[in-house]
């Protein structure tokens, strides 16, 4: 019997843990305290800790490092260029955004167009963000709306104050132009309208998914007017010309506030994707006064109102609290609500970008949102819809108003299923069947990088992708998983004969099944060339005219040393992960492993030897397969393992990537005890972190998960009752939570046979 592993904070963050309560204010309750933008800053997480509302359009936050996602870096050596007013969180790849730049400074006319400063006093909470600029001793505060930014600088009182409005920077430039993943400048305009407002534009191309030129406008306002100014055009300062127009160059402006008898100087930035009279009107409807205090408390209390939908024990520690909530915070800070701010099509209904990407959160944020915010999630697929009904194909990822990237699977077809399965209404069902057959049918020809499914040509006529094409061996595990959502959204809109197509195409996965063996384990998704041969070599590189090969092994791995990152067999991740991932058919994954105890044996192997990769998405629900044999005691050591040893509330607390709130989704649901089959009704439940999580939904029902008896000893599920009534599984219906009730698990020092008989579901079971 494996020893139990009890959920341990690997960093206690507060002496006074034990008499915390949550705070309230005129009867709210404040849960946004528990949120520390600064978990997963450091390290690889790359999350934003700029402040932000949720699924905020606005993300303003300091820049200290154009080659990062989030434009920031911990190190304090690294000075601060720039407060731009649009980031991303927790990104990989070629950076994006970064757009319109300001930065407060000491100065005179004909100072340099560059300023820059070392910073100290770094604070970052929810809705604020507060960073003293040594350089000069200027301490900026910044809160955010939606769609405005408002900054409050407080000035040395013996120098000259002054402000600077970048319209040409942006983040990852590089010098070569139509560097991959590179942004590009196209052009930028400024214009003093008077001498307290300022407006004016960027446009940009390219980034991580090499997207169309978008174009970012702003308006300007300060609360007390500038004596003088300056602009300028590519490298030269113009002293008092009011306007330069777009020619193709950079553009900007310096401000001069000489005679200010305040120190303390407010400024809001308007940003609008439409044009500048619209960044103009956000400002006037969102923050229509200059009170920076009451624009902090709002936007706390957008974050209050969604994180009390689910309240954890109140006697959890403190550390827990954080983890929990910040993970919430992060989950929701992307998609982006850009309503009203389309500039390709009618404004009217939904709108949402900056999915990035769908591959990284369809398994666990998505599911999340669903929880938390049905009706957002509602509002997020209609905005799909309209993707695919105005640009021809459902985007796997969208940044700028422009798809791309793709990476394996036409992944919102999960989306749509998880909503359908789901029962979320409001959403035409009809026209998502449409779309997700296009994405089946229909090849994407020179677009494969941008939409659609690469490689659908031989999926279709072979049922596997082959070595013609790259990422072949998760493109097609994932197209398998994508056919059975668009089988499961046909069988119920009653069209059997694509539910019956699809249904079969679902176990497509099996054409690169190859019965080799590797530490023990045997069965594996390996390469095929399209004539159905097996390929058990690769060329890696060529050396005075000479190719050379290597063996190509369930650990091997071609990207990006053989070949691009891109262009390997699969994307991100070995043989040993992808392998088992078959969310619709774990029976038949674990009958192809060779039954019940080869299938424990080999995921004991993937943990125990390191071969599973706690920072990548492929892998998300890899730890509950023990549930698929009967052993969810087994799937609960793990997770807890995972935890303890990767997740903490410390600024490098994130293992890998956030990716939009993914890697934080995965622990929320973990540290409740639940967590979906994305695309499925269902959830898998583990032993939970919390004696008790009561989850609010927006149908007015509650639903509560307790579990009885829970300490470091007693972690193992026992028995468990639904509604008072025995429940033997080890999986719950959403429907089962939608409803109301109370889930009550009774908990153990050692395992029982609880879960090991109804097991959950999967298609070859279910369809037998």
């Known amino acids: 019997m494996r020893r139990c592993f009890v959920f341990k ?75 731009s007013q649009i980031h991303v969180s927790g990104t990989g790849g070629g950076p994006k955004y970064g ?21 100290d006093n770094e604070i970052a909470k929810a809705g604020y963000y507060s960073v003293l600029l040594k350089k000069w001793n200027i301490k900026t505060e910044i809160t955010t709306s939606p769609k405005v930014a408002f900054y409050r600088f407080v000035f040395d009182k013996k120098n000259n104050k002054a402000v600077k409005i970048d319209g040409g920077e942006f983040l990852g430039e590089k010098a070569i132009p139509d560097y991959r993943e590179a942004q590009q400048f196209v052009g930028s305009e400024i214009q003093i309208l008077s001498n307290t407002e300022v407006s004016g534009y960027t446009k940009i191309r390219g980034g991580w998914n090499n997207g169309a030129a978008y ?104 550390s827990q609290k954080t983890m929990f909530y910040t993970a919430l915070y992060h989950t929701m800070l992307m ?38 915010n049905e009706s957002r999630q509602v509002d997020i697929i209609n905005a799909l819809l309209q993707i695919y009904q105005h640009d021809g194909y459902l985007p796997d990822a969208r940044s700028g108003n422009s798809n791309g990237r793709t990476q394996g699977g036409s992944n919102a077809e999960v989306l749509i299923a998880d909503a359908y399965v789901k029962k ?42 082959s070595n013609r094409f790259v990422r072949a061996g998760n493109r097609t595990v994932e197209y398998a998983y994508d056919d059975y959502c668009l089988a499961t959204v046909a069988h119920g809109l009653n069209r059997q ?27 594996f998704i390996m390469p095929k060339d399209a004539s159905g041969k097996w390929i058990d070599s690769i060329q890696c590189d060529v050396s005075n005219g000479k190719a050379n090969y290597i063996p190509y092994t369930p650990l091997a791995q071609d990207w990006p040393v053989c070949v691009c990152w891109w262009c390997g067999f699969f994307y991100e991740a070995s043989s040993w992960e992808y392998s088992l991932y078959v969310p619709h058919d774990v029976a038949a994954l674990i009958k192809n492993c060779g039954g019940n105890g080869a299938f424990e044996r080999r995921l004991n192997t993937l943990f125990d030897k390191g071969l599973y990769n706690v920072g990548n998405e492929p892998s998300f629900l890899s730890p509950n397969l023990y549930h698929w044999i009967g052993r ?107 409803n109301g009730g109370e889930l009550v698990l009774q908990m153990a020092a050692k395992p029982s046979g609880w879960g090991s008989v109804v097991l959950p579901p999967s298609a070859s079971a279910d369809h037998n």
């Open 9 to 83: 904070p690997a960093l206690q963050i507060g002496f006074f843990v034990s008499v915390l309560l949550l705070f309230t204010v005129k009867g709210r309750a404040q849960y946004h305290q528990y949120i520390d933008p600064l978990i997963g800053s450091e390290g690889s997480g790359n999350v934003f800790i700029g402040p932000s509302c949720p699924y905020g359009m606005v993300k303003p936050g300091p820049d200290c490092n154009k080659a990062a996602n989030n434009g920031y870096s911990p190190d304090k050596d690294k000075p601060i260029y720039g407060f």
């Open 99 to 119: 757009n319109v730049s300001v930065m407060p400074f000491n100065g005179t006319e004909g100072s340099s167009i560059k300023q820059e400063s070392l910073r």
């Open 215 to 318: 174009t970012v406008y702003f308006h300007v306002v300060f609360n007390h007017p500038f004596k003088k100014f300056s602009t300028w055009k590519g490298e030269q300062l113009f002293t008092g010309k009011n306007t330069q127009v777009d020619e193709g160059k950079k553009t900007g402006a310096q401000l001069f506030f000489d005679a200010l008898q305040t120190d303390t100087l407010e400024m809001k930035v308007g940003i609008s994707y439409v044009s500048t009279l619209k960044a103009k009107q956000n400002i006037d409807t969102e923050i229509p006064h200059w009170s920076f205090e009451k624009t902090v408390n709002e936007t706390r209390a957008r974050w209050d109102d969604l994180l009390k939908r689910i309240e954890i024990d109140n006697d959890a520690a403190l």
């Open 335 to 372: 998609p982006v609500d850009r309503t009203n701010e389309n500039p390709l099509w009618e404004n009217g209904t939904p709108y949402y970008d900056d999915f990035y990407a769908i591959w990284d959160t369809f398994r666990s944020s998505h599911p999340l949102i669903t929880l938390i």
């Open 424 to 465: 979320l209404k409001g959403i035409n069902y009809s026209q998502a069947l449409e779309a997700m057959l296009k994405d089946a049918t229909v090849p994407p020809g020179d677009n494969e990088e941008k939409e659609g499914r690469g490689g659908l040509t031989d999926y279709n006529s072979l049922g596997y992708v």
């Open 497 to 523: 004969g694509e539910y019956r197509r699809f249904l079969g195409q679902s176990n497509n996965w099996q054409n690169l099944w190859r019965p080799i063996e590797d530490n023990g384990s045997k069965g």
């Open 632 to 738: 969810p005691d087994l799937s609960s050591v793990r997770i807890r393992e995972i935890i303890n040893k990767n997740y903490n509330a410390s600024r490098s607390g994130i293992p890998g990537n956030d990716d939009s709130g993914a890697m934080s989704s995965w622990l929320a649901f973990h540290l409740i005890g639940i967590y979906p089959n994305a695309g499925q009704s269902y959830y898998l439940i583990n032993a939970p972190a919390f004696k008790q999580t009561l989850i609010h939904q927006e149908n007015g029902n509650g639903f509560s998960i307790k579990a009885i008896g829970l300490s470091d000893k007693k972690c193992y599920i026992q028995s468990a009752t639904l509604n008072g009534k025995p429940f033997n599984q080890s999986w719950i219906e959403h429907s089962d939570i939608a």
